[in-house]
């Protein structure tokens, strides 16, 4: 069975930081992009940040220069490193991956981790 399991989040003060890890495990044949996505109650869920198999990144433009994205490929791990938190970041964060598992390619998504920010 093909998972991706979120970590790190948690309760923290305005200006601090926090890590986020996403763990994909069962039988993956290969992992093109992988994301990380936020969702607040009554609201769309929003790419936050996304790094391509290359490594190649793109970021929300409410993000830049204070989330960075990072990959493992022989972990089948990818990072949201988020610094300078504001309470506005305050969501569940999911990450998904466009993945090859038996014949095809699909997108998975995780369980979700919440974030909040307190000011």
């Known amino acids: 069975q093909v998972r991706l399991v979120e970590s790190g989040g948690g309760l923290v003060q305005a200006g601090e930081s926090l890590r986020l890890s996403c763990v994909a495990s069962?039988?993956?044949?290969?992992?093109?992009?992988m994301g990380w996505y936020r969702q607040t109650p009554g609201k769309q869920r929003d790419l936050v940040a996304m790094?391509?198999?290359?490594?190649?990144?793109n970021y929300a433009d409410s993000v830049k220069g204070r989330f960075t994205i990072s990959r493992d490929n022989a972990k089948k791990t990818v990072y949201l490193q988020m610094n300078s938190l504001k309470p506005e970041d305050t969501a569940v964060y999911y990450c998904?991956?466009?993945?090859?598992?038996?014949?095809?390619?699909?997108?998975?998504w995780g369980q979700g981790t919440q974030v909040t920010v307190s000011s």
């Open positions: 790094v391509t198999s290359g490594g190649s990144t």
């Open positions: 998904n991956a466009h993945m090859w598992v038996g014949s095809t390619w699909s997108l998975y």
């Open positions: 069962g039988p993956i044949f290969s992992i093109n992009n």
